[in-house]
C-alpha cells in the first residue's frame, strides 16, 4: 500500500518558532507538495518540487520554505511563525505533478 | 488562485439516496479529478475524467464533464453513512504551471 507519512498529526508552537514540517513517501515519486488547508478557502499551494534539490513556489509561498534533499523527503520550514499560519498543512506526492496526488494524513499546526 | 468551484456547499441526505456534486472552473483543462476527505484527514484520489472524456464510472461514482459549460459533475448512488466526508474537484489547467488547483468542496453527510 502506497503511504505518504507526515510526522506529526499536531503540533502546537510560539509566534516567532522556527518549525519544520516532514513528509516522506515510499513510492518513488519525482514530485512531491506542501499545501495548506483552511475552512472555505479549499486547499492552497505552497510549494512544489520536481525532483531532488528542486522547488518551485505555487500560490502562497511568502512566510516558509522547502527542503528536498533526498528523493523521499520533502520539509516545510516556516522560518518565524505567524498566529496567521496556524493551519492544516497536507503532504502530497505523485508521479506526474497534475495526476493523482496521494496525501498524507495532514499536520494541523497551531501559532500562539 | 481558485480554479474550481463546488457546489453546493453543503449536501445532507438519506442513506440510499444518490447525491450529486458540481463543479465549476474557469479556464481549459487537461483533466479533472475528484478527491474525497473524511474529517481531519488528508485527501483521497476518487477519479480522473480527461478533457475528451464525456463521462466515467468506478463503482458507485459516476463523473461527467462538460467541456462546453466547464463543469462536472460527480454522482454517488445509493449513499451509506460512510460517504460522508468533503469533496473537492481539482483542475489541471492547460498550460499551467503544472500543478493542480483545488475548489473549497461540499461537505456531504449522509443520514442513517
Known amino acids: 500500500d502506497v503511504k505518504v507519512t507526515q510526522s506529526s498529526r499536531y503540533l502546537v508552537k510560539r509566534t516567532g518558532e522556527k518549525v519544520f514540517l516532514e513528509c516522506v513517501q515510499d513510492m518513488d515519486h519525482e514530485n512531491m507538495f506542501w499545501y495548506r488547508q483552511d475552512p472555505g478557502l479549499g486547499l492552497r499551494l505552497i510549494y512544489f518540487?520536481?525532483?531532488?534539490?528542486?522547488?518551485e513556489k505555487g500560490d502562497i509561498p511568502e512566510g516558509y520554505s522547502v527542503s528536498r534533499e533526498k528523493k523521499e523527503r520533502f520539509s516545510l520550514i516556516l522560518e518565524s511563525a505567524s498566529t496567521n499560519q496556524t493551519s492544516m498543512y497536507l503532504c502530497?506526492?505523485?508521479?506526474?505533478?497534475?495526476?493523482?496526488?496521494?496525501f498524507g494524513s495532514g499536520t494541523q499546526l497551531s501559532v500562539l | 488562485s481558485q480554479q474550481g468551484e463546488e457546489d453546493p456547499q453543503a449536501l445532507s441526505i438519506q442513506e440510499g439516496e444518490n447525491a450529486t456534486m458540481n463543479c465549476s472552473y474557469k479556464?481549459?483543462?487537461?483533466?479533472l479529478q475528484w478527491y474525497r476527505q473524511n474529517s481531519g484527514r488528508g485527501l483521497v484520489h476518487l477519479i480522473l475524467?480527461?478533457?475528451?472524456?464525456r463521462e466515467k464510472h468506478s463503482g458507485r461514482l459516476r463523473v461527467t464533464l462538460d467541456t462546453s459549460k466547464k463543469s462536472s459533475s460527480l454522482l454517488i448512488t445509493a449513499s451509506r453513512a460512510a460517504d460522508t466526508a468533503s469533496y473537492f474537484c481539482?483542475?489541471?489547467?492547460?498550460?499551467?504551471?503544472?500543478?493542480?488547483?483545488f475548489g473549497s468542496g461540499t461537505q456531504l453527510t449522509v443520514l442513517p
Open positions: 475524467i480527461r478533457s475528451n472524456e
Open positions: 479556464t481549459s483543462i487537461n483533466n
Open positions: 481539482a483542475t489541471d489547467a492547460s498550460g499551467s504551471a503544472r500543478q493542480l488547483t
Open positions: 502530497a506526492s505523485s508521479f506526474t505533478t497534475t495526476e493523482k496526488l496521494f
Open positions: 518540487s520536481y525532483d531532488v534539490k528542486m522547488k
